[in-house]
């Protein structure tokens, strides 16, 4: 149940920041606005017999409207982001490997030893959990005020609030949501 749950945060994280980078561009069309786009010209197509010109412009900047309408404000995003935040929380209390693997971004840099990048879950899932999940790590990230937490160049930051030790996550190239960095 709880990863059904954090899958569907996850998902809602993704689509809201899918949403909001495609919209921060005037000149390109969100996956969203292209298929209603696409879809309001066919049913003006069907209804140009019954139709006028104006009424056709009228029902389009009425689709417009509605597609700006579904634009997540910055102040919808981080509270989003803040959500993705206590989950994050739960699952470095709890020392989960396999739900933090999840929530990476390949490659992601984690600051154990001298500092590697991981490229892929299998490189993550390696490494010693006793030094990912360190007791300053887990103390640093449970006692961070995520309602505070404001977005900054390098993401959102959870845990102390020098940068270390603390988990940075943000987007990714592709704009998938999820850590980026461990810091210790």
Known sequence: MRKSIYTLMVSTLIAAASMTAC???PSETTAAESTQENDTSAES???SETTTAGEKETAQTTDADYAEDETLSEK??????????????????NKNMNDLAELLVYPSYIGIDDGIVVNN??????????????DALI?????????STELTKAGFIVGDP??????????????????TGINY
């Open 162 to 179: 020098s940068g270390k030790p603390a988990v940075t996550f943000g987007l990714d190239k592709e704009g998938s949501i999820g850590i």
């Open 139 to 147: 103390e640093a990230v449970k006692t961070a005020d995520v309602s």
């Open 45 to 47: 197509s069907d209804a």
């Open 121 to 134: 879950r299998t490189e993550f899932m390696a490494l010693d959990a006793d030094k990912v999940f360190t």
């Open 76 to 93: 919808e995003i981080t509270e989003l982001y803040r959500g993705f935040a206590r989950s994050l929380q739960s699952i470095i209390a």
């Open 23 to 25: 919209s921060s561009q």
